[in-house]
């Protein structure tokens, strides 16, 4: 069974630094043609995608907040890490970490078939001070 | 403001064919597959569609998934109650030298 937990703070103060772990169950961060992303979503807005980490430890950010994120991951405790900078009360969501995979053939990853399946049960973040 | 395009809302009569709109560009859907996803009220989004028109396993016949150009579509047919919640379309955009996921704004789906 496939599950991912965030956790972290549920209120920060405006500047300072957003720290939240995604801990992962029934898969590897570290398995071939995988992947965990953060997805942000504010109270009844559309989602916004933040950023990604591959198998690989390749990292992909959004391009308005890339400055501001930083994401690893730990293989030995099976998780990702995200960390925002200089948080603002407008980053105030639900944040939520997802399963990226991707279809293969003959074992060989298709790159255009990645796609966000399993997601965490989201984390709600209020940025005030 | 959302990369994607889609109605902020939809509706239909319990059995009625329901169709929702996602709009891009040749940068995004234009050149990359499509994703949707279902989201009931307090729960995390659900993957309903992917690669276009690919459903995931446990995933009903009724819903489904076309792309021409730069537009997708999300079909739901037999329409139910428990249908109601809001869908998002999400795809890659690599317009930029750094490429990154971009999702809609998202329909709310009423049945009436």
């Known amino acids: 069974q496939i599950t991912l937990k965030e956790s972290g703070p549920t209120v920060v103060k405006p500047t300072e630094t957003l720290t939240l772990t995604c801990t992962l169950s029934?898969?590897?961060?570290?398995?071939?043609?995988?992947?965990v992303g953060w997805i942000r979503q504010p109270p009844g807005k559309a989602p916004e995608w933040l950023a990604l980490i591959y198998w690989d430890d390749d990292t992909r950010y959004s391009p308005t907040l890339k400055s501001r994120l930083t994401i690893t991951k730990d293989a030995s405790k099976n998780q990702v890490v995200l960390t925002m900078t200089n948080m603002d009360p407008v980053d105030t969501a639900t944040y939520y970490c997802s399963r990226l995979t991707s279809d293969k053939v003959f074992g060989l990853v298709i790159p255009s078939s990645y796609h966000f399946d399993f997601w965490g049960q989201g984390t709600l973040v209020t940025v005030s001070s | 403001q959302s990369v994607l395009t889609q109605p902020p809302s939809a509706s239909g009569t319990p059995g009625q064919r329901v169709i929702i709109s996602c709009s891009g560009s040749?940068?995004?859907?234009?050149?990359?597959?499509v994703n949707w996803y279902q989201q009931l009220p307090g729960t995390a989004p659900k993957l309903l569609i992917y690669r276009d028109n690919r459903r995931p396993s446990g995933v009903p016949e009724r819903f489904s998934g076309s792309k021409s150009g730069t537009s997708a579509s999300l079909a739901i047919s037999g329409l139910q109650s428990e249908d109601e919640a809001h869908y998002y379309c999400a795809s890659w955009d690599d317009s930029l030298s750094v490429s990154y996921w971009v999702f809609g704004g998202g329909t709310k789906l009423t049945v009436l």
């Open positions: 029934g898969f590897s961060v570290s398995a071939s043609g995988a992947g």
């Open positions: 040749s940068s995004d859907i234009g050149s990359n597959p």
